[in-house]
Each structure stands twice: as structure tokens, then as C-alpha cells.
């Protein structure tokens, strides 16, 4: 059996690809390798299950830190901006 984390997987990428197909049905119906490709960006962008615990935030902090910041730093921002590498950075830098 399968864990839950495959299954919302299987089920994100299904909804991508039918939010794809419903709002732009014109450029696709022409093209189904501008279909597959956009099909496929989307579902590796959006249909990401993302890591969660003590490894997942460890794991953050240590990119952030390989950005040439400490780690009390990185963990202070992590958790101040919600474990958002990106909004961590951006507190960080500014």
C-alpha cells in the first residue's frame, strides 16, 4: 500500500493537468507537446510534497546557512517567516 503523500501527489497532479486543459483549451489543441511540457512544469512545480520535522527544518537551515549565513540567524528567520526559505533570504538580506 501506498503512503498518503503519493496519493495527494497522484491527485495535485491530476487537478494541474484539468486546470490546465480547462483555461487555456485553444493553445493546447494545436499542440500536445506544448501540453505535455506545460503539464509536466506544472505538476513538478505545484504537485511537490514538501518535507516536514525536525530533518526538513534542519535541512533548511543548513541551505540557508550555506548562503554565507549563521545558523542562529537562519533559524531565527526560518521560523519568523513560516520555514519560507525565500522569505527567510529576503529577511536576512534586508
Known amino acids: 500500500m501506498r503512503d498518503t503523500s503519493y496519493w495527494n501527489w497522484c491527485v ?4 494541474c493537468v ?3 486543459s480547462f483555461f487555456s483549451t485553444q493553445p493546447f489543441s494545436s499542440d500536445r507537446h ?5 503539464a ?5 512545480t505545484y504537485a511537490v510534497v514538501k518535507e516536514s520535522g525536525a ?10 546557512c550555506q548562503m554565507g549565513f549563521d545558523e542562529g540567524a537562519a ?3 526560518l521560523i519568523d517567516n513560516g520555514w519560507d526559505e525565500s522569505a ?3 529577511a ?3
Not at 506544448?34 to 506545460?38: A, D, G, P, S, Y
Open 88 to 90: 527567510a533570504v529576503n
Open 12 to 15: 495535485i497532479s491530476f487537478l
Open 75 to 77: 533559524r531565527k528567520a
Open 55 to 64: 530533518e526538513a527544518e534542519a535541512a533548511a537551515v543548513a541551505r540557508v
Open 92 to 94: 536576512l538580506l534586508s
Open 40 to 44: 509536466k512544469f506544472w505538476t513538478d
Open 18 to 20: 484539468n486546470v490546465i
Open 34 to 38: 506544448l501540453f505535455n511540457q506545460t
